[in-house]
Antibody, heavy 117, light 112 residues
Framework: EVQVVESGGGLVQPGGSLRLSCEAS????????MHWVRQAPGKGLVWVSR????????NYADSVKGRFTISRDNAKNTLYLQMNSLRAEDTAVYYC??????????WGQGILVTVSS | QSALTQPASVSGSPGQSITISCTGT?????????VSWFQHHPGKAPKLMIY???NRPSGVPDRFSGSKSGNTASLTISGLQTEDEADYFC????????????FGGGTKLTVL
């Protein structure tokens, strides 16, 4: 069974940092692009970032470019999102999703990140 | 404001059919056949119901179908069942240089 499970969320002060992890199982992790998507309270889903299967290529939404870094460890079947210089508007549920063609297919349950003083 | 526009809510009675629309632009929905639909029960992982406009993953009932016309994609659920009550959102590949995938704001389906 394909599963992705996010962890590492929590409360952080503005300007602070947090690293999210996403542990994958049930599929050959190293063969898939992986994505991060977020949903702010009361808002719709917004794509954040993606990384190629071998980690050689990454893309970011303009809103996080220069502050967030996506990475992966294929030996550990784990995806990461390093979030620096966090702002109140980064408060959201963050989802890890597996790439599927030009879209995504399997998602995790999401992890809440709250940026507040 | 989500990139793709969906109605906030739809409702139907058991056994009836409903359709949820998802309107984008020629840079996403209208330009590519990479529209997906997801079922989302709050607090759980979203589940893929339709991919590439009209394809059903294994295990998804054939009561769920997808289509597209111009910049608008649609999800139709026929023979509504109470367990279909959930949020549904669409997604599409985006030709924009800034976003790889864009999403709809979600539609709450109530089965009366």
């Amino acid at each position: 069974e394909v599963q992705v499970v996010e962890s590492g969320g929590g409360l952080v002060q503005p300007g602070g940092s947090l690293r999210l992890s996403c542990e994958a199982s049930g599929f050959t992790f190293r063969s898939y692009w992986m994505h991060w998507v977020r949903q702010a309270p009361g808002k719709g889903l917004v794509w954040v970032s993606r990384i190629k299967s071998d980690g050689s290529s990454t893309n970011y939404a303009d809103s996080v470019k220069g502050r967030f870094t996506i990475s992966r460890d294929n030996a550990k079947n784990t995806l990461y999102l390093q979030m620096n210089s966090l702002r109140a508007e980064d408060t959201a549920v963050y989802y890890c999703a597996r790439g599927f063609g030009y879209n995504v297919d399997y998602w995790g349950q999401g992890i809440l990140v709250t940026v507040s003083s | 404001q989500s990139a793709l526009t969906q109605p906030a809510s739809v409702s139907g009675s058991p056994g009836q059919s409903i359709t949820i629309s998802c309107t984008g632009t020629s840079s996403d929905v209208g330009g590519y056949n990479y529209v997906s639909w997801f079922q989302h029960h709050p607090g759980k992982a979203p589940k893929l119901m339709i991919y590439e406009v009209s394809n059903r993953p294994s295990g998804v009932p054939d009561r769920f179908s997808g289509s597209k016309s111009g910049n608008t994609a649609s999800l139709t659920i026929s023979g509504l069942q109470t367990e279909d009550e959930a949020d549904y959102f669409c997604s599409s590949y985006s030709g924009s240089s800034t976003l790889a995938v864009v999403f709809g704001g979600g539609t709450k389906l109530t089965v009366l």
